[in-house]
């Protein structure tokens, strides 16, 4: 299943567009009412069958699916779905019964799992997550789409100098590690930065860490931090002079 670079990830109205898998013929034809109503595309599917043969043509943004002994569908969308660029937000409705295959599919990235008889109410406020998330997923898709064509214009020598810059290593370090000459490796660095429109290193950096395949879950404080610890510390002096730099013009700007 590939769901990366999709084109038209909204419907023709340009509403979002949310795929419900009709088990309850009542619950699904009210909440398709309800989200009809808040501006949100809805088909509906009769078997597992036809949602896998659309799935690989034009994925929706969010997912309603049943879960239970029989329907299996959630659980195995969302295994195939951990490999970056694959992500699929999807809603399951379980009974309060199935609490082993509940947890299962919370800790495979289910937006949520809401036992039946679900409330209306808590289940529009889940699709409307899991449209958020999507959102986020088609975003950073789109960014690392821009950063892997920006990266494609360097040679593979220019490609390990960024590489190596980029980590906050002095040209003569980068010289010795490439065995080259330092002035070399300033007409690599010279033309990368042309390339890649750079116009300083913190740029590079930028580009560095979103090519090792960003994800927007990743954002936020705890993982910032995770990932500040593990930043090398040529890195961390590169990072720490741009502060100084920046907290100097602010200073003279007042």
Do not use: Y
Request: proline share 5%.
């Amino acid at each position: 299943m590939t769901t990366a670079h999709k084109p038209e990830p909204l419907g023709p109205n340009g509403w979002p567009r949310v795929w419900l898998l009709d088990h309850d013929g009542a619950m699904c034809a009210a909440l398709e009412r309800l989200l009809r109503a808040t501006a949100i595309e809805v088909e509906v599917f009769e078997d597992r069958a036809s949602i896998l043969e659309q799935l690989e043509q034009r994925p929706p943004n969010c997912m309603v699916l049943r879960l239970g002994p029989r329907d299996r569908l959630g659980l195995e969308l969302l295994e195939r779905a951990q490999g970056p660029g694959e992500q699929l937000a999807i809603v399951l409705v379980s009974r309060a019964t199935d609490v082993v295959s509940s947890v299962r599919a919370m800790k495979g990235g289910a937006v949520d799992v809401l036992e039946q008889p679900v409330d209306l109410g808590a289940l529009l406020a889940a699709v409307v997550r899991g449209l958020a998330r999507d959102a986020e997923w088609r975003e950073a898709r789109s960014r690392m789409a821009d950063v892997t064509q920006k990266l494609e214009v360097l040679t593979p020598r220019e490609r390990e100098v960024f590489e190596l810059v980029a980590t906050g290593k002095p040209n003569k370090r980068i010289a010795v590690e490439l065995g080259t000459s330092e002035k070399t490796i300033k007409v690599h660095r010279g033309r990368v930065m042309h390339k890649l429109q750079a116009s300083s290193v913190v740029d590079l950096v930028h580009l560095s860490d979103q090519s090792r395949c960003f994800r927007p879950e990743r954002r936020g404080s705890r993982q910032a931090a995770q990932q500040e610890a593990q930043v090398s510390p040529e890195r961390k002096t590169v990072w720490s002079k741009v502060k100084t730099a920046k907290a100097k013009a602010e200073a003279q700007a007042k």
